[in-house]
């Protein structure tokens, strides 16, 4: 029977000087008030901020420095990221693009891709949408329908794609779609421009009127073979890269931070035993998480490809997230008002609205728990 392999490990002394530096620069670069406040992942859109991010040197950090990069690892990315993400900063530029894009193409691009695209992602000049998902598909991302056919020159693609974050402001779209009969061997990813021809997407609105997700849709749209990533027949083995770097990391478990984070400082003076109990419970979970992220990169940076590790810390951490907002609300006694004046609570009434949407973006549990179930069986 196939095993977890989460080494315990901490930081280094030079790790915690790189934590303490961007804190500094935080401090000053986003002072309380001066921005919106993002749940996680999906902080606000802000290009400026981005481009900031990139010239200390803090996006593309693990990518290579001949194509821009910073040559540094996953466990300094996760520094920065774990205190962008406590801050709630305005990610949504960068995120896909650093995180998972910018990594897949210096695994699996061509000379003439890493050229191009990495020195901007690091540069944070471009951002990045992941089409995977399919209106029916489901969960079984093998299963997508969304066909390329080969062309003179490229490919045609016809198909769609649902939940794509923030694919409505993207410069570009990472989708796989079918290439060939065989369930994970007929696979393919390509880049695929913003706006292009043929290709319309429309934003999907939360209950709370925001718009985040997207149903894409492909209506004979061209795409030159120069724009295909990997092999004809890779995108499934190269998904499964990407799908490690975005169930692995803190972003899972942090998205409720800026929330809690407000709700200590307001109640800090506050002499009550059941909410001290839940602060504590909370906070050992958290030092958990951070461990478990810590030994995914520490993993990442050995060259290994965990999965199977990755996959528990999205599962358990993304029910974690939404168990901290319920115990906030628990504590404020009622339901947060979104028109609320108090910062504190409409930010509080946004992560009740949104948090429904944290355990199935990045698969679902029930997917998960069938993948893991099927590799610890192995």
Known sequence: ????????????????????????????????????????????????????????????????????????????????????????????????????????????????????????????????????????????????????????????????????????????????????????????????????????????????????????TFEDVFVPDTRRLGEVGWGWMQNQGELVLERGGVDRWMSAMPVLERWVRRELDTDSTGLKSDLAGITARCWAFHGMSLAVARMVDAGELPKTEAALVKDMATRFEQECVEIVVRQLGRMPDPSSRDPFEALLATAVLHKPAWTIRGGTTEILHNLIAKELSR
Request: charged share 25%; net charge negative; hydrophobic share 40%.
């Open 1 to 216: 029977m196939s095993r977890v392999r989460l080494t315990a490990t901490e930081l280094t002394a030079s790790e915690r000087e790189l934590r303490q530096e961007v804190r500094e620069w935080l401090d000053e670069r986003l002072p309380e008030g001066s921005y919106p406040v993002g749940l996680g992942m999906a902080g606000a859109f802000d290009p400026w901020f981005s481009r900031d991010l990139g010239a200390r040197g803090w996006l593309g950090m693990a990518l290579p420095k001949e194509y821009g990069g910073g040559g540094r690892t996953a466990v300094e990315r996760l520094v920065v990221v774990e205190e962008l993400l406590a801050r709630g900063a305005p990610v949504g530029f960068h995120w896909v693009a650093d995180r998972q894009s910018g990594p897949s193409i210096a695994l699996h691009g061509t000379e003439e891709q890493k050229h191009e695209f990495l020195p901007r992602i690091a540069a944070g000049e471009v951002s990045f949408a992941i089409g995977m998902s399919e209106p029916d598909s489901g969960s079984d991302l093998a299963s997508i329908k969304s066909k390329a056919v080969p062309v003179d020159g490229g490919w045609v693609i016809n198909g769609s794609k649902i939940w794509t974050s923030g694919a409505h402001l993207a410069d570009y779209v990472l989708g796989l779609f079918r290439t060939g009969d065989d369930k994970h061997a007929g696979l393919t990813q390509f880049i695929i421009e913003r706006p292009t021809e043929g290709l319309t997407i429309s934003p999907i609105p939360f209950i709370d009127g925001e718009a985040h997700f997207c149903l894409l």
